[in-house]
């Protein structure tokens, strides 16, 4: 079965600052994998996914993510965070099914100014 | 945009009552699904749905039943409401093809039980 880990429950950075997210996952084949940031009381918005192709990939409001197949990893990154990012960031992998996606218990970022 | 609409943000029932809790899409996909989110346990797929009349158990259906009749709507349904779902629930759709394997959730709905 399918299983992510968010190593970090809590992560704490200053403004200006760079920011990574540990994300690991486990699964047989080549995953589909996503990161999506939750903002206090509201539902999950998509920030990148990686399908295919570039292991680098772009998402919005600044974020990149990078696919490595030999760790089994998919980190999100970002070289200066915002007041605005302090949220829960959530990792998920799946394998393309019908069956949606499995998510990580997420990391809550904190901003401090 | 793709539009998920969860009709009850907040909800307050007693231990027992039957709840539903509902949600629209917009966007004419086939796949929709129920999460439950709770602290420190992220989410958990409860039930999915790929089609009209068609329903498939996700990881915690305990509990749980859900309705599609129309394509647009699927409801999760609390057929006795017990304190420990007390829970966010979270309902997302999908189109149905690989390439595009991306949930877009609604805004969740917080259901408090007495």
């Known amino acids: 079965a399918q299983s992510v880990t968010q190593p970090d429950i809590h992560i704490t950075v200053s403004e200006g600052a760079s920011l990574e997210l540990r994300c690991n996952y486990s699964?047989?084949?080549?995953?589909?994998l996503f990161w999506y940031v939750q903002s206090p009381g509201q539902g999950l918005q998509l920030l990148l996914k990686?399908?295919?192709?570039?292991?680098l990939v772009q998402g919005i409001k600044g974020f990149e993510a990078e696919f490595k197949r030999s760790q089994s990893s998919f980190n999100l990154r970002k070289p200066s965070v915002h007041w605005s990012d302090a949220a829960e960031y959530f990792c998920?992998?799946?394998?393309?099914?019908?069956?949606?996606?499995?998510f990580g218990k997420g990391t809550h970022l904190i901003i401090q100014p | 945009d793709v539009k998920v609409t969860q009709s009850s943000r907040y909800l307050v029932k007693r231990t027992g009552e039957k709840v539903f809790l509902e949600c629209v899409q917009d966007?004419?996909?086939?796949?929709m699904f129920w999460y439950r989110q709770d602290p420190g346990l992220g989410l958990r797929l409860i039930y999915f749905s790929y089609d009209v009349k068609m329903k498939e158990k996700g990881d915690i259906p305990e509990g749980y039943s859900v309705s599609r009749e129309k394509k647009e709507r699927f409801s999760l349904i609390l057929e006795s409401a017990s304190t420990n779902q007390t829970s966010m629930y979270l309902c997302?759709?999908?189109?149905?093809?690989?390439?595009?394997?991306?949930?877009?959730f609604g805004a969740g709905s917080r259901l408090t039980v007495l």
């Open positions: 699964y047989g084949a080549t995953p589909y």
């Open positions: 998920a992998v799946s394998g393309g099914g019908a069956d949606g996606l499995t």
């Open positions: 966007m004419d996909h086939e796949n």
């Open positions: 997302a759709s999908r189109p149905p093809f690989i390439e595009q394997n991306v949930l877009t």
């Open positions: 990686y399908f295919s192709g570039d292991t």
